[in-house]
């Protein structure tokens, strides 16, 4: 069974940096393209960023770039995010997601951008 | 980036009603789109890919169409379950877009 465990969010301060974990299991971690998706509160899905299986291309939505970095780690079965200089605007529970077409969801990690 | 107006944003239904949902991406996008369905509090869960392809374990009820820009969802009994809100998304082109959703509710 694909299960996918987010962790790592939290409440930081606007201009704070967050590392999201997502541990991935029942499946060949290394053989598929991994996503992040968001949710801000109450409202709709928004593809946060993507990565290749041996991490040749990755992919951002322009609101994150500069600022987000999505890496994995295939030895531990792990993608991360990492989310620098945070803005009231990423306040969001972020899912990670398997493959480009997001197969299968983890339950989703909340983070609140707040003063 | 590639819009996908999806619609109605909402929807009053009854138990055993047929239901269709539509998205139109602002330019082709083939047939990249997949459907989603989520509930309150919970994770999205994949009902359709590659605009008609069913997911595994998905009911038959649901199913999809489309190519280029006009795309369905379309529920052909509505059941308790299916009360949820939901999104299309277009794989085509970077970055991938969210329709903005469909809420389906008891009428």
């Known amino acids: 069974e694909v299960q996918l465990v987010e962790s790592g969010g939290g409440s930081v301060q606007p201009g704070g940096s967050l590392r999201l974990s997502c541990a991935a299991s029942?499946?060949?971690?290394?053989?598929?393209?991994m996503s992040w998706v968001r949710q801000a509160p109450g409202e709709g899905l928004e593809w946060v960023a993507n990565?290749?299986?041996?991490?040749?291309?990755?992919y951002s939505v322009d609101s994150v770039k500069g600022r987000f970095t999505i890496s994995r780690d295939n030895a531990k079965n792990s993608l991360y995010l990492q989310m620098n200089s945070l803005r009231a605007e990423d306040t969001a529970v972020y899912y990670c997601?398997?493959?480009?077409?997001?197969?299968?969801w983890g339950q989703g990690t909340l983070v609140t951008v707040s003063s | 980036d590639i819009q996908m107006t999806q619609s109605p944003s909402s929807l009053s239904a009854s138990v055993g009603d047929r239901v269709t949902i539509t998205c139109r991406a602002s330019?082709?996008?083939?047939?990249?789109l997949g459907w989603y369905q989520q509930k309150p509090g919970k994770a999205p869960k994949r009902l359709i890919y590659?605009?008609?392809s069913l997911q595994t374990g998905v009911p038959s009820r649901f199913s999809g169409s489309g190519s280029g820009t006009e795309f369905t969802l379309t529920i052909s009994s509505l059941q308790p379950e299916d009360f949820a809100t939901y999104y299309c998304?277009?794989?085509?082109?970077?970055?991938?877009?969210f329709g903005g959703g469909t809420k389906v509710e008891i009428k």
């Open positions: 997601a398997r493959g480009q077409h997001l197969a299968h």
């Open positions: 029942g499946f060949t971690f290394s053989s598929y393209w």
């Open positions: 990565i290749k299986e041996d991490v040749s291309e990755s």
């Open positions: 330019q082709g996008i083939r047939n990249d």
């Open positions: 590659a605009a008609s």
């Open positions: 998304l277009q794989l085509n082109t970077y970055p991938f877009t």
